[in-house]
């Protein structure tokens, strides 16, 4: 992918742009073999591949579109009302345009043009900190807009604003917006009065009739509310719960969790009549959503499959591991966030006689740690998935199996 951002050295988010699109992928597959080399494994290689010393069978590498894969942007505004800047901040502090950054899909850069121009016209002024220490002053109002795009082509427009004084302005004015921008579907405000590493604030305004945004994945449409996680990459998060399903299948478990569910993509891929499955996620948004999607799915014909599903908002580890828990099920899924299981739950996982599990990772380095944890969970397939090209980050999905 040939970027102008990059090669005059305003943008270095992609840290691989540099390198051929199949080496990327290639050095993640052998980044995670190595990490994973030392954990105990349940089966052998079938495939002369990179990863051949991990002594477990590796299934081919789910590779993603070099370009326009993103279905969500984050971007800084800055600049002035008159002259907005969607992009990124430099190191000076500097707007960096990048509403034509070749990450975003075509529908999502041409949203960027119409909602510059509604930033002028409901007088948002960005967001500014100048000085620093406690001589640090802030100033304006809009942070970022937050811009998700469904599968299906409509718009989430999310605004995070430092304060509520601008939310009558962007009532007042919101209605032209839906007129230029006819896929904008849901729109809310977010407010963040820290000046903090933190994205977003508790408070969600919404701002649209429509709270939720339809992200359809085979034949399972999930509800994406404002304050919830989705995968950014569609197509690759679609192959991901595909192969969950089948090796979950394969297994055939009776009852199944979904620890750390998000929206209930796993959750919700894997049921099957039959198959009790809870799904646990701590945002209560999310939680929210989940269960929206799964009474619609019932309602359409698909009872059985969806009739012992259910989801409810706790923390994964308490509610594996404290003394109200329920009844063991026969497989987890966990899906963490960066940081991983953690030590508490793989204890429980290595000593709770649970079969199988199946973790999906977003960090290798957590994953492998976790899986140290667990020695009598062993490895017995596992796939990587590009969820994010040009960058060194990637999602894997390990089967695990019971010594």
Same mark, same amino acid.
């Given at each position: 992918?040939? %970027? ?5 050295? *305003?943008?270095?988010? %992609?840290?691989?742009?540099? $390198? ?23 089966? /052998? ?15 081919? &590498? ?10 969500? &942007? ?6 002035? =009302? ?8 430099? *190191?000076?502090?500097?707007? =960096?345009?990048? /509403? ?17 121009? +509604? ?21 304006? !109002? ?15 427009? *999310? ?43 508790? @408070? !969600? ?36 719960? *595909?192969?969950?399903r089948t090796w979950v299948d394969e297994v055939g478990p009776s009852t199944l969790w979904?620890?750390? %569910? ?7 891929? %894997? ?10 996620? $701590?945002?209560?948004?999310?939680? &929210?959503?989940?269960?929206?999607? =799964? ?15 259910? +989801?409810?908002?706790?923390?994964? /580890?308490?509610? &594996? ?32 006689? $649970? ?21 009598? @969970? ?16 990637? !999602? =894997?999905?390990? @089967?695990?199996?019971?010594?």
């Amino acid at each position: 992918m040939q %970027c102008l951002h990059y090669d005059a050295g *305003r943008c270095h988010s %992609c840290t691989l742009l540099e $390198i051929d699109y199949p080496t990327q992928v290639l050095d993640k597959e052998r980044h995670v073999a190595t990490l994973l080399d030392s954990v105990p494994t349940g089966s /052998t290689v079938e495939e002369a591949d990179p990863t051949a010393g991990s002594g477990l069978t590796w299934l081919p &590498a789910v590779s993603s579109l070099e370009s326009g894969f993103r279905n969500k &942007a984050k971007m800084v505004v800055s600049g002035t =009302v008159a002259e907005p800047v969607l992009g990124i901040l430099d *190191r000076a502090g500097h707007g =960096v345009d990048l /509403t034509d950054c070749g990450l975003y899909p075509d529908a999502l850069q041409a949203s960027f043009v119409p909602l510059a121009a +509604f930033v002028t016209q409901a007088g948002l002024e960005p967001y500014e900190v100048s000085g620093r220490g406690k001589r640090a002053q802030q100033r304006g !109002e809009l942070k970022y807009l937050l811009v998700t795009l469904s599968p299906d082509g409509e718009l989430m427009v *999310r605004f995070v604003l430092r304060s509520q004084e601008s939310i009558a302005r962007i009532r007042k004015h919101l209605p032209s917006l839906l007129a230029e921008l006819p896929a904008l579907a849901v729109a809310s405000a977010n407010i963040q009065p820290k000046h903090a590493a933190v994205l977003e604030g508790d @408070l !969600e305004i919404p701002l649209t009739e429509r709270t939720t945004l339809p992200m359809r994945i085979d034949d399972i449409t999930l509800d994406l509310r404002p304050q919830s996680f989705f995968q950014t990459n569609t197509a690759v998060a679609t192959e991901l719960y *595909r192969q969950a399903r089948t090796w979950v299948d394969e297994v055939g478990p009776s009852t199944l969790w979904d620890l750390y %569910c998000g929206v209930g993509g796993f959750a919700l891929h %894997c049921a099957a009549p039959g198959r009790a499955v809870t799904g646990i996620e $701590i945002s209560a948004e999310a939680i &929210a959503a989940a269960s929206g999607t =799964v009474e619609k799915l019932r309602d359409d014909d698909a009872v059985e499959r969806f009739r012992d599903v259910t +989801f409810a908002a706790g923390d994964a /580890t308490e509610f &594996a591991v404290g003394p109200a828990a329920p009844e063991l099920p026969e497989m987890v899924i966990v899906n963490p966030p960066r940081r991983g299981i953690g030590p508490d739950l793989a204890q429980w996982l290595e000593t709770s006689g $649970i079969e199988h599990v199946l973790y999906s990772s977003c960090n290798a380095t957590t994953l492998a740690k976790d899986l140290a944890a667990m020695p009598s @969970l062993r490895p017995v397939r596992a796939r990587l998935l590009d969820m994010f090209p040009q960058t060194s980050h990637y !999602e =894997v999905l390990v @089967l695990l199996g019971r010594a």
